[in-house]
């Protein structure tokens, strides 16, 4: 086993000849009586202290050979250079100083053979291993914080050792190593792909001879080294990253600016000269830190090139910014708030364009860039299955599309691509902050203002989620949406998690992409319902699964039970992830072993008690939201054409056609292959085929809504994605692969057009078109009423009631709308819809009795041009008196008309008279107009 194994012991020396005398007996020593081969290479960096005399009168008796360095300097580089020239086939790399034990070596070497690890080390931070009883606090205070900065690039708890083993074959798979300081094996776990890193705990002990060569320099060369580490494996995290930090500095600059410039000049003008200082300041540092290697112009005009490149994002920044200030009541009042989100929703475009104009990369570098990506991937692609792609693998991928598809480099399509994605992100975001409520929206929002275990139609989730962004940001139009639109993005990174895990990571990036690209999907992210929390919590149970099946880990299941309580708190629809888990579990024999253990279980528990709110809710009101779901909506119905084909025009509006097409198109090949039956396919069939099933069910005889569907094709995303790049794969000539991959980008411009145009159109002409009439004039409509309101409160001295016609619609946006201009009451207390005359209320319903109104007078307002003789027998039917008012204005809202009555004396009890003239007169109106 291990004795066939010939090794070689790094050990690096500057000025040790003290220490050598002690070491290396004690490693002959170890090497021996472990039966081990192999040889002490000492490699010396021109010492000149009696190192290289030591050596050659112990090499009589050791197994010593000295090589030494007369022009290179450094730990890293001389065990490199040690590696480069050893004849074993492990290499043991430990300080010449002794605080490494040598008799740890044969562990290190046992656990490269039998663990079959990448790397093993020699580790002070696991149990049984510890540092010298010596070191001072800020000594362990120093090297936690190294190791915290470091534990980003490698799972090894103790990733600054060097104390360490690792095999020649891994050693020559290392790519452009460039140590500097003395972390070699951080350098090397980093380089080297190592993902299975074993750690032998060791007793860490002070030297006792000699002086210690760390210094405050070799700190600073560390906290350099690390900087490249970074770069090099986040490759396309690395630049973004730095961009943010440098413009959360300009960020600074640019309040700091703007607080001053806004004491003497205009906010549009200080916004403006703000934004300016704070670009020459990220000009600056982006220059010497974030894109330092790419500075080919000089620097008056990459200056010049930086301003015109971020021009985009300074007129996203100040356009959200101005626009949330003046728009909104809450912004107004803290435009430095508005500045910070107007920053948030510029920085994308400007690194974008300064990544790809102002500090773009050579085409020497580009290709250079590219040959190392390329061979790192071949490395990547023998050591794991051709299926996986690793982040470098990723731009290879998508090197190769862009070949196909016809285009030079990446560089254009991600700039286009990046760009529709700015804009589109931007405009949400100003779109959230400026365009009027939907009546759903506002009703749900009247759910958060009457907190509660449960409501009529829906869970309590969606109260939740707008009741944390009113919180913070007020009762305004982004603070209702705020939070949904955070949870989309959320789900994303979900999707890209999920993904990754069964399918690959470009496979995840596609995916994340079409969740936020999908129009109808981009829609969820901007309309505040609770389908944003539903799909949210179905991707994080998606995760839970994940961790639970995939990787085995027993928290995955509580992950999974936490998060399909949360989905049954968002909409009833979260059951089906309960399906999918079992049919999961079932179908694929290996995890049918889960079902004997018990952390399933008490994941359903988990979920129970969380939905329990929503369950105690309904049993103290007779069931009624379970019924209103379940049995009320879905009353016996014929067979129906239409409805079928609604639930077909649904599935193609939300998945694409293109998207469609592909997944059924594959089915056939997948079944003929049996790759079906593989555990990601039956992930992926099992949380998607029940819902659909359910629905296409339901399609038969009622009518679908478009957003019953949004969950049921979340898990195909990574499978069509991964589809498709199987797809380009199988294909043959340049000209087919070409034509596939510009209908991918076609369909995803198409729809990144679609979700810049809609917000656009709300932005600028809906308010003018009123076309799309959800989004109404709903303030212009609140004060219009609320001058009547007034009225009548200072006739009777007492806060009448606001009845709204229709279920829930008018009165929600009209309860939202008064209540920032009614400051004596919360206009939610004293708004309410048609079901106190008698009619469906929904929620309304459960907000107050009839006996709460009574002899109360009130303000009736419909949205019919006039209100017809039954209404007013309906209104006479309960009210003492009713008076019609006649105002024009309310004529000239948008395409509706409206109308409004005042009525005196609310009735909870109808009199036998009052009876018999409504009946007589709904008579004598339907004779007449018979």
């Not at 790519?175 to 980093?190: F, Q």
């Not at 006792?208 to 494996?233: A, C, M, P, W």
């Not at 998945?655 to 090949?669: F, I």
């Not at 339901?698 to 790049?725: C, D, G, T």
Request: aromatic share 12%.
């Amino acid at each position: 086993m291990a004795g066939l194994m010939k090794l070689t012991i790094i050990v690096p020396t500057f000025q040790e000849v003290e220490n050598l005398p002690f070491l290396i007996p004690r490693v002959a020593s170890v090497l021996a009586d472990a039966g081990l081969q192999g040889e002490i290479l000492i490699v010396d960096d021109d010492s000149r202290d009696g190192t290289v005399e030591l050596c050659r009168r112990m090499a009589a008796e050791y197994p010593i050979r000295l090589m030494v360095r007369e022009r290179e300097r450094g730990l890293s580089s001389a065990v490199v250079h040690g590696m480069r020239h050893a004849q074993g086939d492990v290499f043991v790399v430990m300080d010449a100083d002794l605080s490494h034990p040598p008799e740890k070596i044969p562990e290190l070497v046992a656990a490269l053979d039998n663990e079959d690890a990448d790397f093993a080390i020699g580790s002070r931070y696991v149990p049984g291993g510890r540092a010298d009883e010596n070191w001072g606090v800020l000594r362990r205070l120093n090297s936690k914080i190294a190791t915290l900065l470091a534990r980003p690039l490698t799972s090894a708890r103790d990733p600054m050792a060097g104390f360490f083993a690792i095999r020649r074959e891994t050693f020559l798979q290392a790519d452009a190593l460039d140590p500097i300081g003395y972390k070699i094996g951080l350098e090397l776990m980093v380089k080297c792909g190592c993902e299975k890193v074993q750690e032998v705990p060791i007793h860490f002990r002070d030297r006792r001879l000699g002086t210690s060569k760390l210094s405050f320099r070799e700190q600073i060369n560390y906290l350099v080294h690390l900087l490249r580490l970074f770069d090099y494996r986040f490759e396309h995290l690395s630049c973004p990253v730095k961009f943010c930090l440098v413009g959360a500095t300009g960020l600074g600059v640019d309040l700091v600016m703007f607080t001053v410039l806004l004491g003497f000049l205009p906010l549009f003008i200080a916004r403006a000269l703000a934004i300016w200082i704070a670009m020459s300041w990220n000009f600056v540092f982006n220059r010497q830190f974030t894109f330092r290697t790419d500075r080919h112009h000089r620097g008056l005009k990459q200056y010049g090139l930086f301003c015109a490149s971020c021009l985009g994002g300074a007129v996203v920044s100040w356009g959200v910014s101005v626009g949330l200030s003046h728009q909104t009541v809450f912004f107004g009042g803290h435009p430095l708030l508005a500045a910070v989100l107007g920053v948030v929703a510029g920085t994308g475009l400007n690194y974008l364009f300064s990544r790809h104009v102002t500090f773009r990369l050579n085409p020497s570098q580009i290709d250079n860039a590219t040959a190392c990506r390329h061979a790192t991937a071949e490395i990547s692609a023998r050591k794991h299955n051709a299926m996986t792609t690793t982040s470098t693998g990723l731009r290879a991928s998508l090197d190769s599309f862009a070949k196909v598809a016809g285009w030079r480099t990446t560089r254009n399509p991600i700039l286009l691509v990046g760009l529709l994605l700015g804009v589109m992100l931007g405009l949400r975001l100003l779109a959230m902050a400026l365009v009027p409520l939907i009546p759903e929206e506002a009703y749900y929002w009247m759910y958060s203002q009457h907190p509660n275990l449960s409501y009529y139609d829906h869970p309590p989730m969606v109260a939740w989620v707008i009741g944390l962004g009113t919180s913070i940001f007020g009762d305004t139009e982004f603070g209702v949406r705020i939070v949904g639109n955070l949870m989309m993005l959320g789900a994303s990174l979900l999707m890209y998690l999920f993904a990754r895990e069964w399918f690959s990571r470009a496979a995840g990036v596609i995916a994340a992409l079409a969740l936020q690209i999908l129009p109808v999907y981009f829609g969820v992210g901007f309309i505040a319902t609770m389908d944003s929390a539903l799909i949210f919590f179905w991707m994080f149970c998606l995760v839970g699964i994940t961790a639970a099946l995939r990787r085995d880990r027993a928290w995955g299941w509580y992950v999974a039970g936490f998060a399909l309580g949360a989905a049954m708190l968002s909409k009833y629809t979260g059951v089906f992830l309960a399906a999918g888990a079992v049919l999961s579990v079932i179908a694929y024999q290996p995890w049918r072993r889960h079902l004997r253990t018990i952390h399933p279980y008490i994941a359903l528990l988990l979920a129970a008690a969380l939905f329990s709110p929503v369950l105690i809710w309904n049993a103290q009101h007779d069931w009624a939201s379970i019924r209103f779901q379940f049995l009320d909506r879905f009353g016996d119905k014929p067979l129906n054409l239409k409805t079928i084909g609604i639930f077909i025009g649904i599935l193609i509006a939300v998945a694409t056609p293109m998207v469609l097409w592909l997944y059924l198109s594959s089915l056939p090949r997948l079944m003929k292959t049996r790759r079906l039956l593989t555990a990601r396919w039956l992930v992926v069939l099992s949380f998607s085929t029940p819902l659909l099933l359910v629905m296409a069910y339901k399609s038969l005889r009622y009518e679908i809504h478009i957003n019953w569907m949004l969950p049921a094709l979340l898990s195909m995303f990574p499978a069509v994605s991964q589809m498709f790049i199987a797809q380009l794969r199988r294909l043959r000539t340049d000209l087919d692969r070409r034509h596939w991959a510009r209908q991918l980008t076609w369909t995803g411009t198409i729809c990144l057009v679609i979700n810049i145009a809609m917000p656009a159109y709300l932005l600028v002409l809906q308010p003018h078109l009123h076309f799309i009439s959800a989004f109404g004039p709903w303030e212009r409509l609140a004060r219009l009423v609320e001058p009547y309101e007034d009225r009548l409160e200072a006739e009777t001295g007492r806060e009448p009631l606001m009845v709204a016609d229709g279920k829930y619609r008018l009165s929600s946006v009209l309860a939202f709308y008064r209540k920032p201009i009614e400051h004596d009451v919360n206009a939610t207390d004293y708004t309410t819809s048609q079901w106190i005359l008698g009619g469906e209320g929904l929620g309304y319903e459960y907000w107050s009795q009839r006996n709460d109104w009574a002899g109360f007078d009130c303000i009736y307002v419909t949205d019919d041009k006039d209100i017809d003789v039954l209404t007013q027998l309906q209104l006479r039917e309960h009210f003492a008196s009713v008076e019609l008012v006649e105002d024009a204005r309310m004529l000239n809202l948008g395409r509706k008309r409206y109308s409004l009555a005042i009525c005196r004396g609310f009735r909870t009890e109808r009199t036998m008279t009052s009876r018999m003239s409504t009946l007589a007169g709904r008579w004598n109106y339907a004779w007449t107009n018979r």
